[in-house]
């Protein structure tokens, strides 16, 4: 203290006065033995927020005070606030999180996994022995079957939503577009982009059943959704489980096994029981995914005309159906991995879709058909079933 005393003390430069006279102005705690004799008043920092008025020697604070923030003489920054950068990046770091999560919502993760596992698993059939499992297989199947499908998936979900934002609004208000996270003009670049993106690594790949899955594809997902005279099936019940169906049931089994059998290992197409069981299977749970879709948006369709299945004969004969739907294709599946020559193979198939087909049925009969939160749960659930299956798949023999 004395050193303070004994030498001149200078001010930070964040340091404003005003005074409409030449008086002196000097916050108190640096206002040693000094007395002003005019009235003025004096802002420390525009951050700060902190006014002084100084009369006769005596100072009192008007304004906004703030006591916990005292001033640092040699930063010019309140102690224990963070410095402009520190800042800067923690707002530049949740930005980049909220654009993450805002297109992660956008892509629809569950459809993004399923066509993930769904390629994998039926690229597996085309194996014939360990060997085949090389570096051809991994660049086959993921630099360009898997990147290209879900280019193909992300334009289609995005079209749905740039086509439903009024629907979303009710159904699904987390969704970005329909929350106004992302303007109709941020959807259509995206989903340009991804469609772009995927024809041009279908076109350099240059299989042609990878090029013609993405082209069923975009031309069932674009009929599905967009909104122009003779089009927008999904409207019409039955043509939306076809659209579906198609892609699901059978472009990805067919059209993925094709480009890894013919192109990436150069042998003829050769259709095997397990390719044929898979399509078989997958098309009663395309059917079920499709009429399950539509259980928990039953308000917004029915508002805005949609004639979905739920919304024509009701939700709870709708979950019934689907419930009976998959039970009689895991009790199918059973007979067929029973059927199998391969001991091993009977044994996992049998087994595994037993547990599916009994996990099931318990979880049925415990929900909640009048909440739509749980109604949307188990429609998660069917979607995990659906996981499982592309599990299995593989495994028969």
């Known amino acids: 203290m004395d050193s303070l005393l004994l030498r001149p003390f200078s001010f930070p430069p964040r340091l404003r006065c005003f005074s409409s006279r030449g008086g002196c102005c000097v916050p108190t705690q640096y206002s040693i033995n000094q007395a002003c004799k005019t009235t003025s008043r004096c802002r420390v920092g525009r951050s700060q927020g902190r006014l002084v008025r100084q009369t006769h020697g005596k100072s009192t604070y008007h304004g906004r005070l703030h006591e916990r923030s005292p001033i640092n003489a040699t930063s010019g920054h309140s102690i224990g606030s963070e410095p402009p950068e520190a800042y800067d990046s923690t707002n530049t770091w949740k930005s980049i999180l909220s654009s993450f999560d805002a297109f992660y919502r956008f892509s629809r993760p569950h459809t993004v996994i399923g066509t993930t596992i769904s390629i994998f698993s039926v690229s597996l059939l085309a194996i014939k022995d360990l060997s085949d499992i090389s570096p051809l297989f991994v660049t086959g199947l993921l630099k360009q079957a898997v990147v290209a499908a879900l280019f193909m998936n992300v334009y289609i979900v995005g079209l749905n939503q740039l086509f439903d934002i009024e629907i979303d609004k009710v159904n699904k208000p987390y969704l970005p577009l329909a929350s106004g996270?992302?303007?109709?003009?941020?959807?259509?670049?995206?989903?340009?982009?991804?469609?772009?993106m995927s024809f041009c690594v279908g076109w350099v790949v240059g299989s042609w059943p990878l090029f013609w899955a993405l082209f069923i594809s975009f031309i069932l997902g674009t009929a599905y959704s967009i909104n122009i005279p003779f089009l927008r099936w999904k409207r019409f019940a039955v043509v939306a489980a076809f659209c579906i169906l198609a892609v699901r049931a059978v472009i990805v089994q067919l059209a993925f096994f094709l480009h890894m059998q013919t192109f990436v290992f150069n042998r003829p197409a050769n259709f095997s029981r397990?390719?044929?069981?898979?399509?078989?299977?997958?098309?009663?749970?395309?059917?079920?995914?499709?009429?399950?879709?539509?259980?928990?948006?039953?308000?917004?369709?029915?508002?805005?005309?949609?004639?979905?299945?739920?919304?024509?004969?009701?939700?709870?004969?709708?979950?019934?159906?689907?419930?009976?739907?998959?039970?009689?294709?895991?009790?199918?599946?059973?007979?067929?991995?029973?059927?199998?020559?391969?001991?091993?193979?009977?044994?996992?198939?049998?087994?595994?879709?037993?547990?599916?087909?009994?996990?099931?049925?318990?979880?049925?009969?415990?929900?909640?058909?009048?909440?739509?939160?749980?109604?949307?749960?188990?429609?998660?659930?069917?979607?995990?079933?659906?996981?499982?299956?592309?599990?299995?798949?593989?495994?028969?023999?």
Request: glycine share 4%; charged share 15%.
């Open 181 to 196: 996270e992302y303007s109709v003009t941020t959807g259509i670049a995206i989903v340009s982009a991804f469609a772009v």
């Open 274 to 397: 397990p390719l044929i069981f898979a399509t078989a299977f997958m098309s009663f749970f395309s059917v079920v995914i499709a009429l399950f879709k539509d259980i928990p948006d039953i308000d917004g369709d029915r508002i805005f005309g949609i004639q979905s299945f739920s919304v024509r004969l009701g939700q709870m004969r709708v979950f019934w159906i689907c419930v009976y739907l998959l039970e009689m294709a895991y009790s199918v599946a059973m007979v067929i991995g029973a059927t199998s020559s391969c001991l091993w193979s009977k044994f996992v198939t049998v087994l595994g879709h037993a547990i599916l087909a009994s996990v099931l049925w318990n979880r049925a009969r415990s929900l909640d058909l009048m909440s739509k939160a749980a109604i949307t749960s188990f429609y998660m659930f069917v979607w995990k079933l659906f996981y499982a299956e592309y599990l299995l798949i593989p495994l028969v023999r």
